[in-house]
């Protein structure tokens, strides 16, 4: 028989072990964004954010009533101040920087998941397991448009409220100070997003269970489910009805079936999958159930878990039955998928007798059908679908500088789909050349520092597109360049530049010899002062960033170049801001965050007794 009280265990997964599971993930995501991101903002972004968000905070006229108002179905209040303190940080609009804040997020809910489900299963091996599992999968990037949108942080605080909500609930008694911190936690998710009101709706149904186990606390438990009811209804109450999104809804219950099959069975297209798929949450409802076990006991925990993820997959089998498989619910799915392995672990170390056969037959089938096609789906869809999507965005960012410079209308139409970022092309144009948006437009396609005059031309070098004849990556900008056909173009220039900048750090392009000791870029301040800037290599087929302090007050570029044999070219400064800088720098560390994750999961096994006892138990040493 199966001990029916409360399994109490010490917390077993370390915080070595847990920070380098997430490192490895953060990793990932970071590579994945610097490999594949771009800045450019894309679809609702112009809506969601340029006009709806920070138009009004530039201009001191966002209200309250906007920072609460429908997205979609949604509503993104914490998006919104996240968004809005981002921007107002770094100077400028930058998803990228977006994106790299939402990875932290999204890495948090992981370690949140590791550390909640992980410390109640009681073998070695299967922490072991569960917690690889968890970082791969969602180092894998099965939802790289969350990954590389900058709009979907709402996506990634639904799930870290619900799973700190649902574990403060599950840990501690009702009405008690813990459980209440669940119910204040369960509170951010409905003005995070619609999907927010699932977790304290599944919740009741715990409540309910220890209603029903524990029949002498009716008022506390009655008070408890009046409470999370509440919580849950207010969340439905905020959800908004967009008609125009009618067309994605499904048509009917054959419809609505149809998309749950697709959904449940990711990562396969396959819809018998599904029942694979699902069959660890049932077995462990069912056998918790039958053996009547506590809810105490971490089994309700992940059946809790479970319920909220399949109350996920039931809103957008119904709500976007038309693109139920896009790749932003994807990390959805992933969760569905942890939970679904936990249940799989936890039946097997939990049964002892008969039963354990019949575990060990699902767990087989589980691993083996669910593990094919994920790495079915990594091998051979994702790389075209992220390699496209890169495509795409360099495209989008070509016609959004050229219209910031040219304003030319004909950059935004009869255009391929998804050749321009937004599907109005005239609204797109009004939102850019919006004074207040068009200030703040990230880097990449905000038009360059104008000089004020072009003083001290000293020889023949430098001149608007100065280019080597083999050199073809040529920009819709201005750029300056030393080459010239007739050989021996040496000489300086200086541009003037006035005062005024967003930001307190400017970029500028820099292509040809750069690292050649005969150039030399140096900026001089208002007071004389000279500041050389130092030029790292670059090939001569592209452009290399180099940035640089913006002084306080007017300041000088001087480019030269003593070198009769070599041509070196640059383009006029724009601001950055320094979040731009950190996220970038965050993104060229992708390689040392991972080694310094694989480090701490090493010396977290080395310095845990039971690696010794594990090992010598399975006679590995």
Not at 25 to 49: M, R
Not at 233 to 257: D, E, P, T, Y
Not at 449 to 474: H, I, M, Q, Y
Not at 600 to 611: C, N, Q, R, S, Y
């Amino acid at each position: 028989m199966i001990d029916n009280s409360p399994i109490t265990t010490r917390p077993r997964i370390t915080w070595l072990y847990l920070v380098g599971l997430g490192l490895l993930v953060l990793a990932a995501k970071f590579a994945l964004i610097d490999q594949f991101g771009n800045s450019t903002p894309f679809w609702d972004q112009w809506d969601g954010e340029a006009k709806g968000m920070l138009a009004p905070a530039q201009e001191n006229r966002l209200s309250w009533s906007q920072m609460f108002a429908a997205h979609c179905e949604h509503r993104i209040f914490l998006t919104r101040v996240l968004l809005i303190g981002l921007v107002d940080l770094n100077g400028i609009w930058d998803p990228k920087v977006e994106m790299v804040t939402q990875a932290f997020i999204h890495v948090g809910g992981i370690m949140v998941l590791i550390a909640l489900c992980g410390r109640f299963l009681t073998s070695y091996a299967a922490r072991l397991l569960f917690g690889f599992f968890v970082a791969a999968i969602f180092a894998l990037p099965f939802g790289w448009e969350n990954t590389l949108w900058g709009f979907q942080s709402q996506f990634y605080l639904v799930v870290l409220w619900g799973l700190i909500g649902i574990g403060c609930c599950w840990r501690n008694p009702t009405l008690s100070r813990g459980w209440w911190v669940g119910v204040i936690v369960f509170c951010l998710g409905p003005i995070s997003m619609a999907g927010g009101v699932f977790a304290p709706a599944v919740t009741c149904g715990l409540i309910a269970m220890r209603l029903f186990q524990n029949r002498s606390e009716w008022v506390r438990q009655g008070i408890g489910l009046l409470v999370l009811g509440a919580v849950t209804a207010a969340g439905l109450l905020m959800i908004h009805h967009v008609s125009a999104h009618s067309v994605l809804k499904a048509q009917n219950i054959g419809h609505f079936f149809s998309a749950l099959l697709k959904v449940t069975s990711w990562p396969s297209k396959v819809p018998v999958v599904a029942f694979i798929a699902q069959a660890p949450l049932v077995a462990l409802l069912v056998w918790a159930l039958w053996k009547r076990i506590s809810t105490k006991d971490p089994a309700w925990l992940l059946i809790t878990l479970g319920m909220w993820c399949s109350g996920q997959a039931v809103a957008i089998a119904y709500g976007r039955a038309v693109g139920s498989l896009a790749s932003r619910y994807a990390d959805n799915f992933s969760l569905s998928l942890c939970v679904g392995f936990a249940c799989l672990l936890y039946l097997f170390i939990a049964n002892k007798d008969r039963f354990r056969k019949a575990a060990v037959f699902l767990a087989a089938a589980w691993v083996v059908t669910i593990g094919g096609c994920l790495i079915f789906s990594a091998v051979f869809r994702l790389p075209k679908q992220i390699t496209k999507k890169a495509e795409e965005s360099l495209i989008q960012e070509r016609h959004v500088k050229a219209f910031v410079l040219n304003n030319d209308i004909a950059e935004f139409t009869d255009k391929p789909f998804m050749h321009v970022p937004y599907p109005n092309s005239e609204r797109l144009a009004d939102t850019i050349n919006h004074p207040s948006i068009r200030a703040i437009l990230p880097t990449n396609v905000r038009a360059p520092l104008s000089p004020l005059k072009t003083t001290n031309t000293v020889g023949n070098a430098f001149r608007p597109d100065g280019f080597g004849p083999t050199f073809t990556n040529r920009d819709s900008e201005t750029s300056w360049g030393s080459f010239d056909a007739s050989g021996g173009a040496t000489g300086s220039v200086e541009l003037q530049f006035p005062a005024e900048a967003r930001t307190a750090w400017l970029k500028i392009s820099v292509t040809g010899y750069s690292n050649n000791k005969d150039f030399a870029l140096t900026l001089i301040d208002q007071k004389g002062t000279e500041h050389k800037i130092t030029l790292t290599a670059s090939a001569v087929s592209r452009w290399r960033s180099v940035f640089f302090h913006r002084p306080a007050g007017p300041f000088t570029l001087r480019m030269t170049d003593n070198s009769p044999n070599s041509w070196l070219a640059f383009t006029l400064p724009r601001e950055v801001g320094a979040l731009s800088l950190v996220a970038g720098f965050l993104q060229d560390q992708a390689g040392i965050i991972a080694f310094l994750g694989v480090a701490l999961i090493g010396i977290a096994l080395w310095k845990d007794p039971e690696t010794e006892a594990f090992a010598r138990h399975h006679r590995l040493f």
